[in-house]
């Protein structure tokens, strides 16, 4: 079967986006013949057709846009699977929607864009990661609750042992620096520890218009809570280089309210034991969790929770959230067309 698989970025050398890659594989592993449009094409492997809109800064976004209406209309394809960019959902429904070609999305965010609700008339399914993504949608048949998933294969990293690891003291988080990350209740509870606890961060900014001055509104929280010596932030690395970051933590902070962060999962393959929120907890499966939000109630479970061994955990992302397991799942709608 032919799926045209459409994402903003091929890159896998990128800090955020390098997964879309392992996805693509994925479907060409499944046994789909792959064809991919995207915004930018990076550094990649992928030996499928790719198509690359130049979508970069200093190119014409309607030059972009007719190279993608070209693209949709003359290349041949039996099923769409937009991952993450509902803006070219939003542009090619008019032609899936007119030639009836089965269309589906993957989403995990919380907002209902224009583009998104444009695209929604020519979609069959749309899948996500928890509930609570996609709230506009709920009780929409269309809407179907899958979990994450990321590529076991991909994230099988050295075990390092325990006395070449950081102390568990050492707390890690990554991800972009987003308000909606709210890496500061991290930060707030680090306040309430004792000074041998830390937090490092990996990540960076990526959304100026949403986001703009969180990333000083951080630095200057750290000072206020004379924290300066015990939080880090490193800055964004390119994906690949996280294999060897994450065997050196065991513990991973991450206060996303209302999804699973990929992340979190990655560094539980990595035999990290999850800091994180209720709804997430709940979302992953299998892990304890913080009584509620406040720093004080996550300072107290940091210091009161026990590390889980790496098969434990690991047993969690193989039941519950491999990206061989998501595709299967995916593909009981995608195949059939419904």
Not at 157 to 170: F, I, N, Q, W
């Amino acid at each position: 079967m032919r799926i045209l698989f459409i994402t903003p970025k091929i890159d896998e050398r990128h800090d955020d986006l390098a997964f879309a890659s392992l996805w693509a594989q994925a479907f060409i592993e499944a046994g789909y013949e792959v064809t991919v449009i995207c915004g930018e094409k990076g550094e990649t492997r992928l030996t499928c057709p790719i198509y690359d809109l130049g979508h970069v800064p200093g190119q014409s976004r309607f030059r972009s846009f007719l190279r993608f209406q070209k693209l949709i209309c003359t290349l041949g394809y039996d099923r769409v699977f937009v991952h993450l960019g509902q803006r070219w959902l939003g542009a090619g429904a008019w032609w899936w929607k007119l030639k009836g070609i089965p269309t589906y999305l993957w989403y995990t965010h919380y907002t209902n864009p224009l583009s998104l609700r444009l695209g929604m008339v020519a979609i069959k399914r749309v899948f996500a990661a928890t509930k609570d993504s996609l709230p506009h949608y709920e009780g929409d048949s269309r809407k179907i609750v899958t979990g994450h998933g990321i590529d076991t294969a991909f994230w099988d990293m050295l075990d390092l042992p325990s006395e070449k690891r950081e102390p568990a003291t050492h707390l890690l988080a990554v991800h972009r620096l987003s308000r909606s990350k709210r890496l500061e209740l991290g930060i707030k509870a680090l306040a309430h520890l004792p000074s041998e606890y830390t937090l490092t961060h990996y990540g960076r900014s990526q959304d100026p218009r949403n986001d703009a001055g969180y990333t000083e509104e951080l630095r200057a929280l750290v000072e206020t809570l004379g924290l300066k010596g015990r939080v880090r932030f490193m800055g964004a690395v390119p994906m690949p280089a996280l294999r060897e970051i994450y065997p050196r933590y065991q513990r991973v902070l991450n206060m996303a309210p209302r999804t699973i962060d990929k992340t979190v999962l990655e560094a539980m393959y990595a035999g990290l034991t999850p800091i994180v929120t209720r709804t997430q907890a709940e979302a992953i499966g299998g892990i304890t969790f913080p009584k509620d939000d406040l720093p004080e109630s996550i300072a107290a479970y940091v210091q009161s929770s026990t590390l889980r061994t790496r098969k434990e955990l690991q047993d969690i992302i193989h039941e519950r959230h491999s990206l061989r397991a998501l595709i299967e799942k995916m593909s009981v709608y995608i195949r059939p067309g419904t």
